[in-house]
Each structure stands twice: as structure tokens, then as C-alpha cells.
């Protein structure tokens, strides 16, 4: 397989706090239009990966090749002009805005707030708004206030202000954190909608749910990947089984 069949692929990065290998000599394939789930204990390097894809930390050495390009250099901001989209943990959405709004600000002519203010909603954004909306699940709550809306749909919402970017990768770190279980099958079902036609990455604890929602599972430890594969190869690995039992 040669590498622009990949979204992203990771080769040999390793990353360096103070001697601690955080990240050490990994390698990571991810297709396109691919859901992969990232599990493993606390201090794994998870969050610290995702950190490195996005460009909020950087390499101390390897490489980042987004579809094919290589992006270790790069800022963070023009990784997201090129199509990688991160959500954290907390949601950061504007809660004195409409829905309407939240995603109106996040397209990508009107990315900064004072860009917003001057910015004309032409049909095109519209037409985006209203089909991100549908996909989130928000389409009846574009006029509503977000503060008041439910945690999980906050949550979608700050999907939806990164779908308007149209990202080619999303990731997402624990989405479903505080959720109820309805909200958890919708975000399920949200999550196999949206990597139609995008790769999306999803850090999880929850193991019912990386069952229900991952096309392949990586399973990283101390820096390193130790298994990887489908969920139920994953969770029949001795290796894996002894990291998790073993904590």
C-alpha cells in the first residue's frame, strides 16, 4: 500500500518531555473515511498524540504526512486551513449565541469574531449551516440560545462548528464524557455519519461504546502502540488484557 492511499499517516514520532518519552517511535496508518478509536490506560500518550497530529506540541522527532503531505513543520492554524479539525475535552462553544449562529461564526471567511461581525451570510453558508445541522442532530434548535442547551448537544454543536470547516480529519478526545445514555447512541450514530467522508479519530474510555462506534481499534501504552486491529481481536490480545487488568 503506498502512502496516498492513507489520511494521515505517523511514522517514528517520538516526543520528548524533560527525557520522559511520551511518544516514543510511533507508527500510525489511518484511511480515509475511517472511524479508528485511540484506547489505553492514563499517561498512554493519547492526548499527547493528537496534541502532535494538530500541532499544539512538536516532534522532537518523525514524521506527520496528512493526505501525503508532509506537516511536522507546520502551525497549528494552517494545519486547520488544511483540513484537521480537533475538538477538547471541554466544549467551547459561544453559549450567548443561536446554534444558527455558533456555526455561522465557525465557517471558514468568518473564523475570527471580528470576521464575524463584518461577515455577510450568503446562501452558500446557509445551505452549510443547515446540512451541518441536520447532521448533528441541531436542525430544530438553530434559533435556540446554546447555553440552554443539553450537555450532549453542546457537545455536537462543537462538532458542528468544526464540521463547518469541513475537515478531512476530526478528532474528537472522549465525546461522550458526561453523557447520558441516549445522548451516548446519538453520538454513536452522529459519529457513523460523519466519517462518510472524512477520517475521524476518537480517544475513549468507555469500551461499550468504542465497540459500537470503531472501524479499527489502536490500543497505545507507554508511549507505544501494543495492539491494534478490530475490537474484538483487541480485546482478546493477552498483552492488552494485562495492561488493563494490570492497572
Known sequence: MSNTDFALSVEDLTVSFDGFK????LTLYVDKNELRVIIGPNGAGKTTLLDLICGKTRASKGSIKFQNEEIIGLAE??????????KFQTPS????????QNLEVSYPS???VFGALAFKCTEEVKTTVQSVAEEIGLADKLETEAGLL???QKQWLEIGMLLMQE???LMLDEPIAGMSAKERDLTAELLHR???NRAVIVIEHDMEFVKKIAHKVTVMH???ILAEGPMEQVQADPKVIDVYLGH
Do not use: M
Open 167 to 169: 475537515p478531512e480529519l
Open 222 to 224: 507507554q508511549g507505544k
Open 93 to 100: 462553544i459561544y453559549e450567548n449565541l443561536s446554534v444558527f
Open 150 to 152: 443539553s450537555h450532549g
Open 22 to 25: 511520551a511518544i516514543d517511535d
Open 194 to 196: 460523519i466519517c462518510n
Open 110 to 112: 468568518g473564523r475570527s
Open 77 to 86: 492554524h494552517k494545519r486547520v486551513r488544511k483540513g484537521i479539525g480537533r
